[in-house]
């Protein structure tokens, strides 16, 4: 299948290939972190994708070897210093993850190297989510004093005790385990991942437009009755409330960052969970 046309926006990849719309993240050299340019680029191509009539299908991968690894988390030229600021935020980043869960065609994500923080949120709010099986996944920002603005999706893919096992922890699993609890549809040879999601793509092409439209509405309608979207807009009000808490151990990772360079602060956070009696 030959590419019919290709858009590249500043941190985003648009391609149509036939029926199927293809959308990349494309900061590989920051592991697809999310901007504001990259939330409001992607937003973007979602809508244009979603009102084109031609496309049945989207895909949504990641530039170079990781999918997203979460939002950036570079000084700010402003940092946000209010609660109205952080929910602000938050209810930026969660327009493109509705923007997905309210796109009338499927939505595949196409995941390797990680999935983390708001890059697990982007991959678990797409219909079908494809992993290679040495990605790994989680939702880690809790270790640095933050949480996960879309992160009440979680509990209705894999209950309340694997939720807290991930949320509570800001421990990362791999693809292989999310498969078996249900956070992703598939883990496949890294070497197949492509071939895979190709393959499911052109199959969902083939269902009735009202047919996939209709049914996927009714599926999410499902879960939207029983209160996840409350569920998640008080999520972005816990996200505003701690983000604007002072803790010991977020002031010394964004010490580490001022410093050293976020990949420090990183590296200490890791060390600083993985001894058995860490100190500051």
């Given at each position: ?24 993240l494309?900061?590989p ?12 680029e ?9 009102q084109d ?16 690894a ?7 030229e ?5 609660v109205l600021?952080?929910?602000?935020h938050?209810?930026?980043g ?14 595949i994500?196409?995941?390797?190297g990680?999935?983390?923080g ?55 699993i791999?693809a292989?385990?999310?498969?078996r ?13 492509e071939?895979?999601?190709?393959a ?24 939207e ?27 010394k ?11 420090a ?10 001894e ?5």
């Amino acid at each position: 299948m030959m590419a019919n046309n290709i858009k590249e926006m500043e941190t985003v990849i648009v391609e149509r290939r036939g029926k199927i719309g293809i959308i990349t993240l494309n900061r590989p050299d920051k592991r697809n972190s999310l901007t504001d340019t990259l939330l409001n680029e992607m937003y973007a191509a979602v809508t244009e994708l979603d009102q084109d009539e031609e496309i049945r299908v989207l895909i949504v991968k990641g530039a170079g070897k990781a999918f997203c690894a979460g939002y950036d988390l570079s000084p700010r030229e402003e940092p946000f210093t209010t609660v109205l600021q952080w929910r602000t935020h938050a209810k930026h980043g969660n327009r493109l993850m509705f923007s997905i869960w309210n796109c009338r065609k499927p939505v595949i994500a196409q995941i390797q190297g990680y999935a983390l923080g708001g890059g697990c949120d982007l991959a678990m709010v797409c219909d079908f989510t494809i992993a290679a099986e040495s990605c790994m996944l989680g939702e880690p920002e809790i270790q640095f004093n933050s949480a996960p603005p879309f992160g009440n999706i979680m509990p209705n893919l894999i209950g309340m005790k694997k939720t807290k096992a991930l949320l509570l922890t800001g421990d990362r699993i791999s693809a292989s385990e999310a498969e078996r609890i249900g956070l992703v549809t598939a883990c496949v040879p890294d070497d197949k991942l492509e071939e895979e999601v190709m393959a499911l793509a052109k199959k969902l092409v083939k269902v009735p437009v009202p047919a996939m439209r209709l049914n996927k509405e009714a599926i999410n309608r499902n879960y939207e009755i029983s209160g996840m979207l409350d569920a998640i807009h008080f999520n972005e009000e816990i996200f505003a409330d701690v983000l604007m808490s002072e803790t010991p151990e977020a002031a010394k990772f964004f010490e580490i960052q001022n410093k050293e360079g976020l990949a420090a602060a990183f590296k200490w956070r890791d060390a600083f969970f993985a001894e058995e009696n860490p100190e500051n």
